[in-house]
């Protein structure tokens, strides 16, 4: 439950990111290839 609320926010996350122009954070942990993973889709996805 913890990790796929973790997906949702890491999306959102990215896709403010992407809206604003904002470098990408990345968390240092195991879990947190799937969190850049996600980070990045939504950056992708919410570019104009």
Do not use: D, S
């Amino acid at each position: 439950m913890k990790q796929g609320i973790a997906v949702v926010i890491a999306l959102a996350i990215g896709a403010i990111c992407g809206r604003f122009g904002i470098p990408l954070p990345a968390p240092p942990h195991w879990f947190g290839v799937v969190l850049i993973f996600c980070i990045w889709l939504g950056y992708v996805l919410a570019k104009p």
